[in-house]
């Protein structure tokens, strides 16, 4: 499989999760627990189906967060039906779709991102260049920390001119991959709170509009396997900006 064919998949996925999602009632109610250990949502059940169902006509090995592993292809996906379920449920227009192509078990392995805005239809991908609704993005050239941040949990003012949570990292990371805000940082956890799932696709969209992305203590997230159990903190910003931010955490 190539970036060309990982992207008509993602669009065929998101026309069939778009569709199926559309007339939902009750998107927040709880229907089952997910194999990430919390509860699967409504929304979430439905969006995974829908995906499922095309994911399955091709070889691929899929991570998803309410399924778990589905099948044994070579090409593994990542996938995260809904991140933002919360904001879903509730019509808040920030919730994604998000999918991430890669030929081995790590995330240097990537060679496709793809998150899509389905409350808006604003799509992200990258294939080496990071694109928003098919024109090239770049990061901020920001290098001052007092700059507009995403960030989850300030423990301390830390010196950001502005702070936004916005409750999709897939999409947070698009934002700094097309500079409307300067970085990203998750603080959670001491083990990390984000899943591979939540985040592969922006992290790789990000990288490719030229953010460094790594944990908090400046490694790379090039060995972060596709499993269920992974965890991850995350930091990402361009290149200037983010020696700072490893430096304050």
Request: glycine share 8%; hydrophobic share 40%.
């Amino acid at each position: 499989m190539n970036a060309m064919e990982a992207l008509e998949i993602s669009r065929k996925v998101t026309e069939n999760v778009k569709k199926s999602i559309e007339k939902i009632e009750d998107r927040g109610i709880s229907v089952g627990m997910g194999k990430d250990g919390t509860p699967t949502k409504k929304v979430d059940k439905v969006a995974e189906d829908a995906a499922l169902e095309i994911l399955s006509e091709y070889d691929v090995k899929v991570v998803s967060e309410e399924a778990g592993v589905v099948g044994d292809g070579e090409t593994i996906v990542a996938l995260d039906p809904i991140d933002g379920t919360f904001n879903a449920s509730r019509n808040i227009p920030i919730y994604s779709l998000s999918l991430c192509f890669s030929k081995g078990n790590y995330f240097k392995d990537t060679f496709f991102g793809y998150v899509y805005n389905l409350a808006v239809d604003v799509e992200y991908y990258a294939n080496s260049k990071a694109y928003k609704n098919g024109s090239r993005i770049e990061v901020s050239d920001e290098d001052s920390i007092y700059c507009n941040a995403i960030i989850y949990y300030p423990k301390r003012d830390y010196g950001f001119k502005r702070i936004r949570i916005f409750g999709s990292a897939a999409l947070e990371l698009c934002f700094v991959a097309d500079g409307s805000v300067d970085c990203f940082i998750d603080l959670r956890g001491e083990r990390g709170f984000l899943r591979i799932y939540d985040v592969a696709a922006g992290a790789y969209i990000a990288k490719c509009a030229n953010a460094i992305v790594t944990d908090l203590s400046g490694n790379s997230l090039d060995y972060k396997q596709f499993t269920m159990e992974e965890r991850l903190h995350v930091v990402a910003a361009n290149k200037m900006l983010h020696e700072k931010l490893i430096k304050l955490f």
